[in-house]
């Protein structure tokens, strides 16, 4: 009786299919999964590293890069303050400037993107294949090549039409759009292959067009990916400084990446702590946009990557 209630407790205490819990191991927690922790701290640091400077260097009143080594060292609002009071960086300007450029661009962007990728994704016509080789092609020489002819074509175009010429939202609007349909198509095609063509039939046999179904249920569908290019092309015109510099010449039509290198230009004396300044304000509006829309944009940029 004894040795059978010695057998009872101990069943009772070590249940059937329950494992002890094992004492813990470093070196065996380590080889599993520690060191994709300490990968995972190591990356963060590196890439929040040039964040932090840049905010500790917008806070530093003397407005020099030797005194933010030492990060946080001193704090205060002056450089803020002195980018947004000074006469001669109409910076609030520079920022309305881009933040018009930029959502114009990528909501025209995404408009003709979507059309061309509709096209080349639901119709057949001849030169389908040879202009989808073409935009990856093109796509290949970086936009530093054709600086000299766009300046050329828009001071022509300024002498016929100044309204979309040189020195104009407009006709800075329209490089950004001939530069960025190439990718923006390619990349809104494949996702649009993923989407079954059994629901454009559906759609037809009720008596939809091509335009009904493209407006009403192909950019429903599709919203992932008109996000993902949305913000794409945002980012980009706001980081632009190359075609914008060459277009746009006078201060007040500017934006943010031409207007804050004119900070930092003279060799005499560079306002870091001015242009970080900027550059943090500059940054919000992307931030901004990129939580918005971040749950499209795993899925948008995967999407139509496997066939």
Known sequence: MATALDAEAERAAHPRGVRSKR???????????????????????????????????????????????????????????????????????????????????????????????????????????????????????????????????????????????????IGLIMVYLGGALGVNT?????????????IDEAAKIDGAGHARIFFTIILRLAAPILAVVALISFIFTVNEFAVASVILIDTDKQTLAVGLTKLVSNPRYADWSAFSAGAVMAALPVVALFLWLQKYIVGGLTAGAVK
Not at 59 to 79: E, H, M, R, V, Y
Not at 83 to 103: E, K
Not at 186 to 198: D, K, R, V
């Open 23 to 169: 004492p813990f191991n470093f070196a065996r927690w380590f080889r599993a999964t520690g060191w994709r922790h300490i990968v995972g701290i190591v990356m963060v640091v590196f890439a929040l590293f040039p964040i932090v400077f840049v905010v500790s260097s917008s806070l530093n009143p003397q407005g020099t890069l030797t005194g933010s080594n030492a990060l946080f060292s001193k704090i205060g609002l002056d450089s803020y303050v002195r980018i947004l009071t000074d006469p001669q960086v109409p910076f609030p300007q520079w920022f309305g400037n881009t933040i018009l450029i930029a959502s114009v661009t990528a909501v025209a962007t995404v408009f003709l993107g979507a059309l061309a990728a509709y096209s080349f994704s639901r119709m057949r016509f001849a030169g389908r294949r040879v202009g989808l080789v073409t935009i990856v092609v093109v796509q290949m020489f970086p936009q530093m090549l054709a600086v000299v002819a766009i300046f050329l074509l828009m001071s022509a175009i300024s002498d016929w039409f100044p309204a979309i010429g040189l020195n104009t939202h």
């Open 186 to 198: 390619f990349l809104m095609y494949g996702f649009f292959n993923t989407i079954p063509a059994s």
